[in-house]
């Protein structure tokens, strides 16, 4: 599925290998997307505050700032989707760019079909793709948290939590079966598009949740909204009224 010419998204590529560069921006762009390049991490930085993209493609190891220096920075005020790019072994090198605010991450060597697929994913979710099951009225409250599923806003005592694009569809995934488990690869697939390989995969799912946790739960520790399904996965607290709010504009 291409980019459509009338909403042609924008992604940066920020990548050290000249040759990666090169493949990613002429597939990218065959499919549809304006594509530009960085390669180092200042020049990311750059790139990012001309060009505004709406999904960046960032490597790990680059020089004067790697890719988890341009992610923590790129957080500071923006929730754009990040996608890791790794060759690192490591697992706990690989979950770390997720705990900085990543939406996903592919190992190299990786195939560029794959890589494509994960960006058509992630910005199919941001795109306010909706979920079957959410109750019509898209405004959902449980205890001082205020859920907007139009606006894709959620709100702490009447203050805005900032979310990603991924967590929000995470969250709003959880909540239009509340009280039900999901296992971690049902929600992989139902938020991230794929069926996870190897066990490390789901580390993904873990990840948010716990990002989710520590904006959303007053003690994140012991969750009262979010519940672990011991032996399955994870489920939002069974909602029992739907009471309507009105968000901040």
């Known amino acids: 599925m291409a980019a459509s010419s009338q909403t042609k998204e924008t992604i940066l590529v920020a990548d050290d290998e000249a040759s990666i560069r090169r493949i990613l921006?002429?597939?990218?762009s065959m499919i549809g997307y304006k594509v530009v390049t960085a390669s180092d991490g200042k020049e990311a930085l750059k790139l990012f505050k001309d060009y505004e993209p709406d999904l960046v493609v960032?490597?790990?190891?680059?020089?004067?700032l790697d890719g988890y220096g341009v992610c923590q920075e790129l957080r500071k005020d923006s929730d754009v989707p990040i996608v890791m790019l790794t060759a690192l072994g490591d697992v706990a090198d690989r979950i770390t760019g997720l705990e900085l605010g990543a939406d996903d991450y592919v190992v190299k060597p990786f195939s560029p079909k794959e890589l494509e697929a994960r960006i058509r994913c992630v910005l199919r979710r941001i795109d306010k793709e909706q979920?079957?099951?959410?109750?019509?009225?898209?405004?959902?409250q449980v205890t001082d948290i205020k859920i907007d599923t139009n606006r894709r806003q959620v709100f702490k005592s009447d203050e805005r939590i900032r979310l990603t694009?991924?967590?929000?569809?995470?969250?709003?995934l959880l909540v239009s079966r509340s009280g039900e488990p999901f296992s971690r690869g049902e929600i992989l697939k139902e938020v991230w598009g794929y069926t996870p390989e190897r066990h490390v995969d789901t580390r993904v799912v873990?990840?948010?949740?716990?990002?989710?946790?520590?904006?959303?739960?007053?003690?994140?520790a012991n969750p009262e909204l979010i519940l672990t399904a011991r032996g399955t996965g994870?489920?939002?607290?069974?909602?029992v009224d739907i009471a309507p709010y009105e968000g901040k504009k």
């Not at 921006?25 to 990218?28: F, G, H, K, S, V």
């Not at 873990?206 to 994140?220: F, M």
């Open 25 to 28: 921006e002429t597939r990218l």
């Open 165 to 172: 694009g991924m967590e929000f569809s995470l969250l709003e």
């Open 58 to 64: 960032l490597d790990v190891m680059m020089p004067k």
């Open 206 to 220: 873990d990840v948010h949740i716990s990002r989710l946790r520590s904006k959303l739960e007053a003690d994140p």
């Open 131 to 140: 979920i079957a099951g959410m109750p019509n009225s898209g405004l959902i």
């Open 234 to 239: 994870y489920l939002f607290q069974r909602i």
